[in-house]
């Protein structure tokens, strides 16, 4: 089965961890195992493709900064006080399972470590890299550059498109690393593995 060496490495880590083939899958799992609490989604084209902000809200209160009818930094708040929080991993390490993430206005790191009473983090097979340096290095050259471009950020990444030039810019995206070498100790965390590409 795909994953299994991951799950059985994240599972000695402390998480839960399920495996879902698509996408869809794993967004109908998570409408189930969620339904009736409040919701808070961290910024995430994962999510986003999964569809999971609109399956949610049928059962759910959901607040998403992402939703374009509601005030964003209102959105943003409010999502850090919810009952579950979704995020998706940047990166994940095949071979220690350490999950990486890096974030620039913070909200999705923070409530990553504290304050809910369930996280699940998703993600894709392409999130999956062998070891910490190059999941390090996908963060920087590959997830980076992509969400600084489609921010529209003047970076240089996002201008030349090409790989991390450790910028100086006033717009710089990639402000702070969280990795979690095991599951953090105050939450309850499920890791959502789907055998798709998602995200970036
Ligand atoms: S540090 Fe600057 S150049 Fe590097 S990925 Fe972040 S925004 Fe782009």
Not at 79 to 88: E, F, G, N, R, W
Not at 94 to 103: A, F, K, Q, R, V
Not at 172 to 187: H, Q, T
Request: glycine share 8%; with cysteine; net charge neutral.
């Amino acid at each position: 089965m795909a994953f299994e060496n991951l799950k059985t490495t994240l599972e000695k880590n402390g998480y839960t961890v399920s495996i879902f083939a698509t996408g869809k899958e794993a967004a109908n799992y998570l409408a189930g195992e969620v339904k009736g609490t409040t919701v808070g989604l961290g910024g995430s084209m994962t999510l986003k493709e999964m569809g999971v902000e609109e399956l949610l809200k049928e059962n759910n209160t959901v607040y998403w900064h992402w939703n374009t009818a509601a005030d964003p930094k209102e959105s943003l708040r409010q999502a850090m006080t919810t009952d579950v929080y979704l995020l998706s991993a940047n990166a994940i390490a095949e071979d220690t399972g350490e999950i990486l993430n890096i974030d620039g206005t913070g909200n999705r790191i923070s409530s990553s470590l504290f304050g809910h009473r369930k996280v699940y983090i998703v993600a894709g097979k392409n999130k999956i890299s062998p070891d910490y340096e190059s999941a390090l290095s996908r963060l920087r050259n590959v997830v980076s550059p992509k969400n600084a471009q489609r921010l529209g950020r003047k970076t240089p990444c996002a201008v030349n498109a090409d790989k991390c030039y450790n910028c100086d810019s006033p717009e710089r995206i990639c402000r702070a690393l969280v990795v979690f070498y095991k599951k953090i100790g105050s939450m309850d965390v499920e890791v959502v593995l789907i055998d798709e590409e998602l995200g970036y």
